[in-house]
């Protein structure tokens, strides 16, 4: 399963930028998706989540500020990033998984696909 992140950049404290993820697998909407974001010298974190029936988690750091959604028409996964902070830069991931215990989409061993990533810069 291919992933592939767009939507990345640079963004004054307080904007916002959307990312989406695509693929081109037919059984996308079997898959439960999640963002997570790498800073540089950190570990990868959970950052938003969805799964195949729509159930929606997200991290505390990003709880009214963000949202994902799933188009499964379109084969893809998008990350509504508003009022982004100091805290946000980081490369952003896509990935996919098809595990059914769904408490542990926060988890980054619940996936087996993922995208090589997208930069989000947050600087004035």
């Known amino acids: 399963v291919r992933l592939e992140e767009s939507g990345g950049g640079l963004v004054q404290p307080g904007g916002s930028l959307r990312l989406s993820c695509v693929t081109t697998?037919?059984?996308?909407?079997?898959?439960?998706m999640g963002w997570f974001r790498q800073a540089p010298g950190k570990e990868r974190d959970f950052v938003a989540s969805i799964t195949d029936l729509g159930g929606t988690e997200y991290a505390d750091s990003v709880k009214g500020r963000f949202t994902i959604s799933r188009d499964n028409a379109k084969n893809t996964v998008d990350l509504q990033m508003n009022n982004l902070k100091a805290e946000d830069p980081a490369v952003y991931y896509c990935?996919?998984?098809?595990?059914?215990?769904?408490?542990?989409?926060?988890?980054?061993?619940?996936?087996?696909?993922w995208g090589q990533g997208v930069q989000v810069t947050v600087s004035s």
């Open positions: 697998d037919r059984g996308f909407r079997d898959y439960s």
């Open positions: 990935a996919a998984g098809r595990g059914r215990f769904y408490t542990y989409t926060t988890q980054l061993p619940f996936y087996d696909y």
